[in-house]
């Protein structure tokens, strides 16, 4: 399969159409709204499945096998949120709390956004590792705790253990990494009890989700247009640096063609679910619209159309 | 009938904030609080996404001083940095001595 | 398979059974709600995923093939509001909103009725043509701002440009249109992904609707008792006319008898979704109790009960 | 503590009415709004399905004037044909310049 | 504007109570209510499981009187057994003489 | 399969490490809250849906095969209440009012206990017969109302014969007792059509409600520590008493060792779902915190991690 029609396939999934279907919603004014609590419903099931899977996967699993992947998403937890807060800082002309806002989020990782790497990577004929969801679990975290670290000095001090406390007690970590507890004790037994539930209709739930997720993103534009161009461009170049390292480390940890797409994803998202709660407790005087904007309305879809194919192009060169 | 006049603070804010407030007012004096889901929009648009819920609605009754007392903690820790409304009626509460 | 057996299958299943109760729960002052959200999840999962079927099938469908039954359909969508008006105001001797509320009813079609009629065809052992789901979502729409034409004179001048654009993009039509663009744009390699989610589960999920339905339902029926035995009639009779209409247009636009007798039935059904909230907000002088208790008191259980077996019991006649 | 007193007006309406509402309340001059989802009986009963969500209860906290022009409206406009229940209170508001 | 001057009674309850407290306010008077979902926090902790809801808001309009009969009903029949609160304010209504 | 493998089984089941999971989340004061309404939904559906499979295995049950089972469950009804009401008044040293709550919960049913019963004699490679929901639906009534009546004195009088209509009505009685009919009147037919909504994503559905029910348990512990080491004692003692009467019964009526175990189960279970809104509102001087601490703090775990395979081994005696 060659990468236009990957890239065909890849536009006209039902979860990328249903994204811009919920942005269109926002663009008629239709008055079309998610009943409260069901956004809350779907992040927690997709949250758990994701652990779940990825739990069921380790299990089975050698320490081996995983400890150099693990080392570079862990890597890839330290470098990220640097390199997005220095150039948030040069480029952004940004106070220490929004750049650090934003070094949070580009160093976390968007949940959504793997999983579309993962439908990439699958209908491309590549397989990614089966541990990759808890590759997930591990870089959600330490992006937002450097970021919060790294504007120590600009938040009104003290706080900082209670913050990270909230990062890894957060419901959105706490699912996923509970998710997974669950996956490698219950193992296959477990999986073939729960299958129906959490892993068969996963990708229809996450279209539902995604329809929601686009109308929040198109509420979010009306920011981006105040914010200006160069957020925008800030939102599409992160991810490509971060891509490309990504990519780098992978093939150091000796991924397969696969799991380093996923894995480039993985650094060049950023995160909307665990990040935007985490920093708006941690560093309130933070503006929500920038960060909100830039990782949800450019850096989201971005990557959904453009990011992941390109990682992939990249990635047939370098294992090629 | 024995009633009991107090202030009823009436605090709307954005919903991450719900542990925080809740914290605040039993330490500055409130017995009890009502909590319910909203949303609105005021001079700062939309904050946090939708997975953190909404705004919140946060009734407390209670004696004068401690109205005082939640408010300033309000002014003074949160209306800088969140999204908050806050206001205080009159109140006449059944058996209100529970209250204060 | 005979008849009768037919209606005893008919009148046997899940959804159909689980309508009845929830109307035996009103009706036994049970405590049974469901929980705020729940019945607009289930509508909002509904509607999508019906036009969702229904794009995939259209997606490999020809354009001669629909043609027909298109046209038909958008007849149907014309005809079908004049003809409820015009019985509204010489038999039930309404005035012009009261009268131009029903037809928008009647000229417009009840998904869960749709969905009825299509596992009844298939449980008699025949098929409908798949793009019937194309037809619903093209029916939808033309009723309501039909009715709320006739009523022009009735309303209170302005707002109709702002009706028809509310009906447009109102939720249910706003679902069930954007849900049939994505079935189309991502056809069988789509539905492959969500089937699990979007048509596995979804006569179940259509059963939990009606049990909410049937509670709705029955709180009606007080408001029924209150306007009298010629709305009952005309609540029978409507569908009676329309669905025969139906059969006629079916025919003529070539569609097999399974397609004809789901058209027909479509034709006989009144909506209670779409049309209630554009007729509440473009028509508000006229009467909600008296249309919502005709279309979901009497012309709903109706067409579920005797309605369907009629049409397809004269269909077998005119197809034999 | 700057408390300013101001009107805060509460407006029960069936749930079909929240963009129409907002859009009022927003033209006569409020500033900003809360809402909760409610539901509840009147002289009316029930009105439009569930599916469109029941009643919503609205929040405007204005000054006397504009409290005076939204009631107007919804005299004129809303009483007519829906089902809508509006009431006036005093409130003292914190920082309530900002609303004004 | 026709603004009658009205007593707005709340009552902020264990939800098991719905049926019972709407049962009770209508027999006492009340032309009318308005329900919202709330949770909370009180001299009795949690009661009921969440399978039932947690809390009931219940706001209604009514005259002088009809409320003190609210009141004491609850007073005598709810205070002793459940989780409850009940408050008056004063309130202006738009057409206020459909409410009692 | 042994003993031991098959306690390590149920222990690692998602169900039960979702229970876990969910005490953890309140220990770890994460915060992690599940959405309005999803509790009330997972219930509506867990609970429609078990009596749907019990009324499908109903529909092909002989009156012979189920009357002494039946039977059997009856007197348990009424048995057990009993057994629990002096208990509580002896050993406990409480008043008739709280007395009788705690009669009405244990001489009631647990859904997901028996579920969990169900789940364990399947792993071990045993069948129970197919009609145990319905005995499910058969227990979960008279314990309740024995209940009150043993606290009528106690009671303020009157309200009886309302106490007992509520239970009846109530919500999870209706919805059980409702899907059994469902069941019984659309058989194997109508459980083809909703299969994939109703039964195989169920244990994925108790999965994410325990994971709920774990929170709700682990927020009670604060009260029992309040409550005492007498009230843990008798949250254990209970279960063992009924469960030996139940297997005593079980065999009496000639239930499979499969059957027993699950009957046993039940019986030992206290409900937590239908009697504590019975009694909430018929025994409103009864301390809530008293009952639900007991059920859901003690008992439920209590079966879940020994209950179940202490009656499995027992069974296994007798039947051997
Ligand atoms: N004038 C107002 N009347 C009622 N509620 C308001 C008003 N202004 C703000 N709010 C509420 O207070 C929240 C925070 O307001 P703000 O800090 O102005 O963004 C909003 O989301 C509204 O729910
Ligand atoms: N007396 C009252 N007290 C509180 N709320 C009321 C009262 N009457 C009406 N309402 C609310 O206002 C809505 C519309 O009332 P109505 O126009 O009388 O049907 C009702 O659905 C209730 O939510
Ligand atoms: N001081 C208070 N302020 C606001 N609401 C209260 C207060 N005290 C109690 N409540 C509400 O009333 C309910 C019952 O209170 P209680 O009977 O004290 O447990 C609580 O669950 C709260 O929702
Ligand atoms: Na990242
Ligand atoms: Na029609
Ligand atoms: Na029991």
Chains 1, 3, 6 share one sequence.
Do not use: C
């Not at chain 1, 989700?209 to 914010?227: Q, S, Y």
């Not at chain 2, 202030?7 to 409130?30: P, S």
């Not at chain 2, 001079?43 to 946090?48: F, K, P």
């Amino acid at each position: 399969m060659d990468i236009s029609e990957l890239l065909r396939l890849n536009l006209l999934s039902p979860m990328v159409l249903a994204f811009f279907l919920g942005a269109l919603a926002v663009w008629l004014k239709s008055d079309l709204t998610f009943p409260e609590g069901l956004y809350a419903t779907l992040s927690l099931y997709l949250l758990f499945a994701i652990g779940f899977k990825g739990g069921v996967e380790l299990s089975h699993t050698s320490v081996q096998a995983i400890a150099l992947p693990a080392l570079a998403t862990l890597l890839l937890g330290l470098l990220t949120p640097v390199v997005a807060y220095f150039t948030a800082r040069r480029y952004l002309r940004l106070d220490e709390a929004n750049a650090a806002a934003l070094a949070a989020h580009y160093g976390s990782v968007s949940a959504v956004t793997f999983l579309a790497a993962l439908s990439f990577v699958q209908a491309s004929g590549h397989r990614a590792e089966g541990f990759m969801p808890t590759l997930v679990a591990l870089l959600e975290v330490p992006g937002v705790i450097l970021g919060i670290l790294l504007a120590r000095r600009a938040s009104r001090g003290g706080r900082l253990g209670e913050a990270i406390r909230e990062v890894l007690t957060g419901k959105s970590v706490f699912l996923m990494v509970g998710g997974l507890w669950v996956g490698v004790l219950s193992g296959e037994e477990g999986m073939k009890k729960v299958e129906a539930f959490f892993v068969a209709p996963f990708q229809g739930a996450l279209t539902l989700f995604l329809l929601e997720l686009g109308m929040v993103a198109a509420r979010r534009l009306a920011d981006l247009r105040r914010l200006g161009v160069r957020l925008v461009l800030f939102g599409m170049a992160v991810p490509l640096l971060h891509g490309s390292v990504g990519l780098v480390l992978a093939k150091w940890a000796g991924l397969s063609l696969g799991g380093a797409v996923v894995l480039a994803t993985m650094a060049a998202s950023a995160s909307y679910i665990a990040a935007p709660a985490a920093v708006r407790l941690a560093l309130p005087q933070a503006n929500p619209s920038l960060y909100l904007a830039a990782a949800l309305g450019v850096t989201f879809p971005f990557n959904l159309l453009l990011g992941i194919p390109l990682y992939y192009a990249t990635a047939l060169r370098l294992w090629g | 009938m024995e009633l009991v006049r107090l202030k009823l603070v009436t605090i709307v804010a954005e919903a991450i904030l719900e542990k925080r407030l809740l914290e605040e007012v039993r330490r500055q004096g409130a017995k009890g609080y009502t909590l319910t889901d909203a949303r609105g929009e005021g001079s700062r648009g939309l904050r946090t996404m939708d997975w953190e819920g909404k705004n919140i609605r946060l009734e407390v009754i209670v004696g004068e001083e401690v109205a005082e007392r939640i408010l300033r903690t309000l002014q003074e820790n949160y209306f800088p940095y969140y999204a908050v409304i806050a206001f205080v009626e009159n109140v006449e509460v059944v058996r209100g001595y529970k209250y204060v």
